[in-house]
């Protein structure tokens, strides 16, 4: 249960393989091994010791990759950064996870002299850019001189605080430790077919957790790593192709942005065996067009959060069909994966018949060690030894998982329940639609009301009563918008490319009580 362990395997037996591919620069196991262990000693000469958090602020590189195994082999934590916060955001992740030492690219040296005055704890920064290196930093490749041996770190060690996205509220730090996350690397890899000399695409900011279980989990059976610096269409597609691609997660918003994209057809994608999606919910008109365009592809829906490193669930390529018993099944989150416990509860902790809806709670070795700093929070999200997810849901009779909504998600109009993944579903099955999202706004008859902003594919006009008729044929119309506003720009996304709702919300909000 030790994070560099699988690194250290693969240097042993798979020196010459091929471990990271970043643009033109390729290293083996064996390279990656020996800087790591450079990286490492570079960083106990700068005086880092056993437990001290370490943070990273980048687009995703091999550095990246370097960064999150260098931090644990010198005994510290690893402190992603979201690439989509503000500098008083960036202050506060930093401030309040005390992170001494902050690793950064080229993409963010203004967004550090924004912060300049405002760190508390942060007195040395590296600079893993190409460029000439800026005044007060230290550069990466300096940090190289003589390898250190391994910390070792493990077990119940803390190896990394990931910080939850702030789509509900404040950010949280979640607490992860290296039987975490090792943990839940082994229940990667039978449940999303990872093998040794994969090729896998990050395609997603490696500072989130949805690609972090691919640095841990691919890393240990021995994989082959290709990064770009974030996802766009064409991007990731490009490297489909020329890295022969076999495996990657997607999240919905990028998959519907790849299986519409104009060029998509005309690709050679035939080394791609499996697409992981997950973070959200998948629109099933996307699941459908995804199967039209890239036949053959292994599909998997997984389901987790950062508090539980992050799987919980897995829907596999066999529910993945439009025709037979199976029909449908795409349409649930899975069953628990091996080693992990999935159940319904009610608001009391007690589990619910099958098929009602409840709190989707988790049990295992994947599951957090707390909230950093605050314990009152720590205590009711892990009440009676469950994580609880926050996420509404339920489980059919054989053990199937269907998520229904955020819990805050949920809208309560005239004492019904509307989940707003229903309606965005609806919405999504109007071949006009291109982006969709449904939040409660307030009403002073229904307390709630069922409002969507929705962005229209380019060149297609369609009115709002036109689109709400649509959604009548589809779905209960106590669930059905009751208005709708359009836009042209893309909505907004968190940096790991989750529709904002709270940022949507305000505005309807504002001087309002809202309990959502």
């Not at 000469?45 to 082999?73: C, K, Q, T």
């Not at 506060?92 to 080229?106: C, P």
């Amino acid at each position: 249960m030790h994070i560099t362990q699988g690194l250290k395997r693969n240097a042993q037996i798979f020196a010459d393989d091929l471990a990271t591919v970043d643009g033109d620069r390729s290293r083996t196991w064996a390279e990656c091994a020996d800087r790591v262990a450079r990286i490492a000693g570079g960083l106990r000469r700068m005086g880092v010791v056993d437990g001290e958090r370490v943070a990273i602020l980048a687009l995703n590189s091999d550095h990246y990759f370097e960064y999150f195994f260098a931090v644990p082999w010198a005994g510290g934590v690893f402190v992603p950064i979201n690439i989509r916060l503000a500098p008083p955001e960036i202050a506060y992740w930093l401030n309040d996870s005390g992170a001494e030492i902050l690793f950064v690219d080229d993409n963010f040296l203004d967004a550090i002299k924004a912060l300049d005055g405002k760190l508390e704890t942060v007195r040395e920064f590296v600079y893993i850019g190409d460029g000439a290196t800026p005044d007060g930093m230290r550069n990466l490749e300096g940090l190289l001189e003589a390898p250190v041996p391994d910390a070792e770190r493990g077990y119940e060690d803390l190896a990394g605080l990931f910080y939850t996205g702030g789509t509900t509220g404040r950010s949280k730090g979640v607490m992860l430790s290296h039987r975490n996350l090792v943990s839940n690397s082994y229940h990667i890899i039978p449940s999303m077919f990872y093998r040794q000399g994969m090729r896998y695409l990050h395609a997603p900011p490696m500072f989130h957790i949805a690609d972090g279980l691919a640095v841990f989990g691919v890393t240990i059976i021995g994989g082959t790593h290709v990064f770009i610096p974030g996802f766009s269409p064409d991007a990731c597609l490009e490297a489909m192709e020329t890295h022969q691609i076999t495996d990657t997660l997607l999240v919905p918003t990028m998959m519907n942005m790849l299986v519409n994209h104009p060029s998509v057809e005309t690709r050679d994608l035939s080394s791609l065996i499996s697409i992981v999606y997950g973070a959200s919910p998948m629109p099933e008109a996307v699941i459908r067009r995804a199967l039209e365009v890239i036949p053959g592809v292994k599909f998997t829906h997984a389901y987790g959060q950062t508090e539980c490193s992050p799987l919980s669930t897995c829907n596999g390529p066999e529910a993945h069909v439009l025709e037979g018993p199976n029909a449908g099944l795409f349409k649930s989150a899975g069953r628990a994966v091996l080693g992990v416990e999935v159940r319904i509860f009610d608001d009391d902790d007690k589990e619910v018949p099958s098929g009602d809806v409840g709190q989707v709670c988790i049990r295992g070795p994947n599951v957090m060690q707390g909230y950093w700093k605050l314990p009152e929070l720590t205590a009711e999200a892990l009440r009676g030894g469950w994580m609880h997810s926050g996420d509404g849901g339920y489980m059919d009779e054989n053990g199937y998982v269907y998520i229904v909504d955020r819990m805050k998600d949920m809208i309560i109009t005239g004492g019904e329940n509307v989940y707003s993944t229903e309606v965005e579903n609806a919405l999504h099955q109007h071949a006009a639609v291109a982006e969709a999202a449904v939040i409660g706004v307030p009403d002073d008859t229904w307390g709630e009301c069922v409002h969507a902003i929705v962005r229209l594919k380019e060149d297609v006009e369609l009115d709002e009563a036109a689109l709400i008729a649509h959604c009548h044929t589809l779905i209960a119309g106590f669930k059905c918008p009751r208005s709708i506003s359009f836009q042209d720009e893309p909505l907004p996304l968190s940096g790991a490319g989750k529709i904002l709702k709270t940022t949507l919300r305000q505005p309807f909000w504002k001087n309002r009580d809202s309990q959502v």
